[in-house]
């Protein structure tokens, strides 16, 4: 898939999405979200230190090359993103606790991401380049994923009856979307998905497992109405930042 598409119609169809979110929110879902903090801190926790440290801990038993190991702490390391969002919209998850908890996560990551990528590379690859902090990245979300959501919101609040008409023709592009970026990343990534199987697949597949049991267990501490809420997130991390991460 050519690059320069990617660029032009990713952002173009991620609005979209965000803002068929949006179609489903109301104010009172953020209201209620603040009621629950308990689930955006076990979020965070999975997030920024279980994962973390889970990753460190295969890159060194697993002595995985230093390239691939930081790879592997980028991706644990990186937020919650659009994808996650979608996927709760179409599981019908809570969508405001995960909207949510991706604008935190995009606040926290444009300091911690850094951190963590630094700490990886002077590690596992002993050298000094330092990769800086990711402000852009907040804008980012701001614009890609927050803005089309209010929207989305506003539409619902003043049209009830044309969000409602939206609702299924949204949900129909969003699967659609879906499908297009998994086999993209595919079809992009095929020559290095051949090469690089047999050095990071059992590491990835493992990473996988274990976050989906941390996504599914930890939260299972609070009731249920909180465990629910929390473990689709953790799964899918920030696109953008996963699938176009290069040497």
Request: net charge positive; hydrophobic share 55%.
């Amino acid at each position: 898939m050519d690059s320069g598409l990617i660029t032009l119609f990713l952002p173009i169809a991620l609005a979209i999405v965000m803002a068929g979110l949006g179609l489903e929110l109301t104010i009172k879902d953020f209201a209620r979200v603040s009621k629950h903090p308990k689930a955006v801190l076990i979020a965070l926790f999975c997030q920024l230190i279980l994962l973390v440290g889970i990753a460190f801990l295969i890159c060194k038993i697993l002595a995985l090359p230093p390239l691939l190991a930081v790879g592997l702490m980028l991706l644990a390391a990186s937020p919650g993103g659009s994808t996650a969002n979608l996927f709760s919209y179409l599981y019908k998850g809570d969508i405001a606790l995960n909207i949510t908890l991706t604008a935190i996560n995009a606040l926290i990551a444009a300091v911690f991401l850094p951190i963590i990528v630094n700490f990886s590379i002077l590690h596992f690859m002993h050298e000094g380049q330092q990769v800086g902090l990711q402000f852009a990245k907040v804008l980012q979300v701001f614009a890609i994923i927050l803005v089309p959501v209010c929207i989305g919101m506003l539409i619902r609040h003043y049209a009830p009856r044309t969000a409602e008409k939206m609702n299924r023709p949204v949900r129909i592009f969003a699967v659609v979307f879906l499908l297009i970026i998994i086999l993209g990343a595919i079809i992009k990534e095929r020559n290095n998905l051949i090469e690089y199987i047999g050095q990071i697949g059992f590491a990835t597949a493992l990473f996988c497992a274990i976050s989906l049991c941390i996504g599914y267990f930890v939260p299972r501490l609070e009731p249920y109405r909180v465990c629910r809420r929390v473990n689709i997130l953790r799964d899918y991390p920030d696109d953008k930042t996963k699938l176009y991460p290069r040497n």
